[in-house]
């Protein structure tokens, strides 16, 4: 069965550096992967997707991720954080007809 | 305008009480979800619809009924509520092929006391 694990549960970043989210996968072939962000409150919005081709994707808000299938991976990244980035972001894997997995999710702060 | 809507968004209610959350989406996407988020934010898929049709019911106990008139709805019922069933609810849909994500709903946040 496919799962996703996202290793580190909480990241504290200052406002301006540069952020990685990390995300590995685990499935048999090529997965479509996913980010998402979830604000207090809020619910999740989708950030990128990758299905194939350039490894490297480009989201909203200025994110984005590159999948290396020799590492299983799939890591989110922004140049330059900004304080209203603070939020809960989940990496999601699917493949055929089953939904959604997703990982248990990184807490991001974001200080001054 | 909202894509995915859920109502209501707070929910407090006694144990062993009967209620329901609707959900409804207005763009044209043939599959419907219901996710549980636990108090660690752990998401979970618990119910699959498919142009009314149930196609995914993960282990759910079956005081949880989903209902979907059309594929536009999908309402999710819960009998004899438990403290355990606190949580928030996400109801999300999806186009038929399931290339372009999801899209969530709001969320409905239930309290059982």
């Known amino acids: 069965a496919q799962s996703v694990t996202q290793p580190d549960i909480h990241i504290t970043v200052s406002e301006g550096a540069s952020l990685e989210l990390r995300c590995n996968y685990s499935y048999g072939a090529t997965p479509y992967l996913f980010w998402y962000v979830q604000s207090p409150g809020q619910g999740l919005q989708l950030l990128l997707k990758?299905?194939?081709?350039?490894?490297l994707v480009q989201g909203i808000k200025g994110f984005e991720a590159e999948f290396k299938r020799s590492q299983s991976s799939f890591n989110l990244r922004k140049p330059s954080v900004h304080w209203s980035d603070a939020a809960e972001y989940f990496c999601a894997v699917h493949s055929g007809n089953t939904p959604l997995v997703f990982g248990k999710g990184t807490r991001l702060s974001v200080i001054a | 305008d909202t894509a995915v809507s859920q109502t209501p968004k707070y929910l407090v209610t006694q144990m062993g009480n009967d209620k329901s959350i609707k959900c409804e989406q207005n763009l044209g996407h043939d599959t419907m979800y219901w996710y549980k988020q636990d108090s660690k934010k752990f998401l979970k898929i618990m119910f699959s619809?498919?142009?009314?049709?149930?196609?995914i019911n993960e282990t759910v106990p079956n005081r949880f009924s989903p209902k979907s008139p059309d594929k536009a709805h999908l309402n999710l019922h819960i009998n004899s509520l438990e403290l355990g069933d606190s949580a928030v609810y996400f109801c999300?849909?999806?186009?038929?092929?399931?290339?372009?994500?999801?899209?969530f709903g709001s969320g409905t946040r239930l309290t059982v006391v």
């Open positions: 619809y498919n142009n009314k049709e149930l196609i």
């Open positions: 990758y299905f194939s081709g350039d490894t």
């Open positions: 999300a849909s999806s186009p038929h092929r399931e290339l372009y994500g999801y899209t």
